[in-house]
């Protein structure tokens, strides 16, 4: 489709109604329909969500109290006085329920050949047998276990056997840093890593037990470590400390069962850590009940899973994504949830559509990177491979731009397929803004409309709402159930990040608008995070590591637009007077970042700099340093620069800009 169309349509504002075909069997079949929900979810939001949970969750106890809550202290319980497990949810259930024969889980691995399927019964007892050793290595109820692992099947059944036994599990994504890791253990005091020996990506294996074992020298609550073999890759081994999986796995005294540990519904079920505008990461707390009930809730909603779909969320399994959409809705639904070793572009800019077409994949969920990037390799990969099974197509991560969505609507989509782009955070625990496939018109760029139950609003800096087309702070204003209900060891953190600015309601940190029709549509982040690749960094992060190197003095970094990444990061560094800029020290420093927090963070550009434009008082203005890097080169583009100590600084930034760069 031409540019032009495609902007045509921009400027016609078109709807692109929903499919005729499969509305019919639908869970949300109209716009009337969820008229309906939403306003019945906000008319009567308590009984609108002891339904969800009640029909999705098995509950040993059944809850007393659907919600007590105060989002000033703040203070929220869900599904009050509820036992349940969630393990049991997404296994044992089902296979009492007539499921037992059906995939879980379809792993393709990177290599073509190695897949694993595992059945609900299958899954069942690799979980129950993990959950045993775990309990034999002296993982209780509430220890925290890291797992640092590849996508690997190891990695779900370690999710499901951790909280099986009600010890709460913290994934560090297998591309941070042995520094990260470390990080992420120290704060959390984990007791067990689960990681493996090395991780395969694109035709590569990439060592990974060493970054363990790297952290593991200032991590004195770990005293275990589980290691599976995925590529026979050598490794060091601690005696005493270091155990194979499959060496644990084949004890022959191993039970495939372990009886579920009875959870309070408010029980924590997995801390995962998110980078925010300051400091270091937070370690984002979800609990039982409600994170599950929103995880079931959402995926049975916004992607209209049926029994007998093929369902395919692209997102790695340690990104809270990976967690929601790969794990726990998926298998809380008892549906089938592919999970893939690969890369987009890995043997040929077509594995997504040979996998989609190997699996008769059903519904596809993935980045609007992902799509940028398989745009540009051009249509004619998508036109190899057969497309037809697929129904209903998601988006999510970072506003997905027009010709994005475009793109995939007619090359994937063929045409006719609804995209849900779906707005949330690691925070959130699941999806708050999303098209339903089956009822709403959708506008490309647009998330669309708040799902029934979440109370989406823009408010002004001065917490009044924002009129129809006003740009504003993103709130949620009443709880849902899977919110995060904190942040690890830090209450005064949870509270003042989002609960503080604007009181009785959560800050999402994202600006948007709301047109006349009611749809939302997201702006970016109104703080210092940036969104590489749809994933979240704090600048603050990436500045300290890089102060930390010898040569260094100082050191801004901001995000500039990058046509695949969304934003892409730029460093201003200012060196010690005794070194030099060279260009060996520009690749020691992005390396130093890569070593410190893991290649996502590596700065796209590194410009040495003099000086930073700072005000009277010292503070760096991250707006000029934003402009420059985006290219601007008129002093007219910079806005008030009479603040600025030392004016001349914005000349030398950007003569320093072209001689980098070119432009
Ligand atoms: C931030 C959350 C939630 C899973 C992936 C990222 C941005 C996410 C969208 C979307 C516009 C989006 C926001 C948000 N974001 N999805 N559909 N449209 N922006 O999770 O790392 O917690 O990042 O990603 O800025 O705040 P995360």
């Known amino acids: 489709m031409s540019q032009a169309r495609i902007e045509s349509m921009m400027d016609e504002k078109r709807l692109f109604e929903p499919p005729m075909e499969g509305r019919n069997s639908a869970r ?20 609108f969500w002891a339904e969800r949970a009640n029909e999705l969750v098995e509950w040993f106890t059944p809850f007393t109290k659907v ?3 105060d989002m000033e202290t703040p203070s929220i319980k869900w599904f009050v006085g509820g036992q349940l497990n969630v393990a049991y949810n997404c296994l044992d259930k089902h296979i009492a329920n007539g499921r037992r024969n059906k995939a879980a889980i379809i792993w393709q691995g990177e290599p073509d050949e190695d897949v694993k399927v595992y059945t609900y019964q299958m899954l069942y007892d690799e979980v129950c047998k993990f959950a045993n050793v775990l309990k034999a290595q002296g993982v209780h109820k509430g220890d925290r276990v890291a797992l640092y692992m590849p996508m690997i099947p190891e990695l779900a059944i370690a999710m499901l056997a951790c909280v099986r036994i ?24 984990a007791k067990v890593v689960v990681t493996s020996d090395a991780v395969i990506r694109a035709g590569r294996s990439i060592p990974l037990k060493k970054n363990v074992d790297e952290a593991l020298r200032l991590c004195p609550s770990v005293h275990k470590v589980v290691v599976v073999n995925r590529a026979n890759a050598a490794v060091e081994w601690q005696e005493g400390r270091d155990l194979w999986w499959h060496e644990l796995m084949k ?57 007998s779909d093929v369902y395919w969320c692209t997102a790695d399994v340690g990104w809270i994504t990976g967690h929601s959409y790969i794990v726990y809705g998926p298998l809380a639904l008892g549906a089938t949830s592919l999970m893939f070793e690969g890369v987009p572009s890995y043997p040929g800019p077509d594995r997504f559509w040979q996998v989609v077409e190997k699996f008769r994949v059903n519904i596809f969920y993935t ?39 475009m793109w995939y609507h007619e090359n994937i989509g063929g045409g006719k397929l609804p995209i849900v782009d779906t707005w ?90 709301v047109d006349s029709d009611g749809y939302f549509w997201i702006m970016g982040r109104l703080d210092d995070v940036i969104n590489v690749s749809g994933h979240r960094m704090g600048t603050a992060e990436i500045e300290s590591a890089l102060v930390s190197h010898p040569a260094v003095a100082e050191a801004a970094v901001v995000g500039m637009p990058h046509a695949i990444k969304g934003e892409a990061i730029y460093a201003y560094v200012t060196l010690n007077a005794d070194a030099d800029e060279t260009e060996e020290l520009r690749a020691e420093l992005r390396t130093w970042v890569r070593k410190e927090i893991g290649p996502i963070a ?62």
């Open 28 to 47: 949300v079949t109209s716009m009337e329909e969820y008229e309906a929900l939403y306003r019945r979810s906000m008319d009567d939001n308590e009984g």
């Open 166 to 189: 009600g010890a709460v599990h913290s994934i560090v994504f297998a591309g941070f840093s042995a520094v990260s890791l470390q990080n992420r253990i120290q704060d959390c005091e």
């Open 424 to 513: 949330w955070q690691t925070e959130t625990g699941g999806i708050m803004i999303s098209a339903l496939p089956y009822a709403t018109p959708l506008k490309p760029g647009s998330a669309t409309r708040p799902l029934p139950g979440v109370d989406a609003r823009i408010v002004r800096p001065d917490g009044t709402d924002a009129e129809p087309n006003e740009g504003g702070h993103l709130v949620i204003r009443r709880p849902w159930p899977g919110m995060l209900r904190g942040v690890f060891g830090d209450p005064a953190r949870y509270k003042s990040t989002y609960f503080e600015r604007f009181p009785g309601c959560y800050e999402a940190g994202d600006g948007a608008r």
């Open 602 to 663: 590596s700065p796209e550009v590194l410009q040495f700099a003099d000086g930073l434009p700072k005000t009277r008082s010292g503070k760096i203005m991250r707006r000029i340093l934003r402009k420059i890097a985006g290219g601007s080169t008129s002093t007219s583009d910079f806005g008030d620069t009479s603040t600025l100590a030392d004016p001349g600084v914005i000349s030398d930034l950007i003569e320093g800009k072209m001689d980098l760069t070119g432009r």
């Open 67 to 69: 919600l007590d809550a």
């Open 367 to 405: 980045a609007p990177t992902v799509i940028r990037a398989l745009m540009r390799e051009g249509a004619e990969w998508t036109q190899k491979h057969d497309l037809s099974s697929l129904r209903v197509l998601g988006s999510v991560g970072e506003p997905i731009n027009p010709e994005a969505w």
């Open 251 to 307: 004890a022959p005294d191993l039970k495939a069962s372990c009886p579920c540990e009875p959870m309070d519904s408010e029980d924590p079920l997995f801390i995962l850590y998110t980078s925010g505008s300051t400091g270091k990461p937070k370690g984002v707390v979800h609990t039982t009940g409600g994170y599950l009930t929103y995880a079931a809730h959402t995926t049975q909603w916004v992607f209209d899973v049926k029994d």
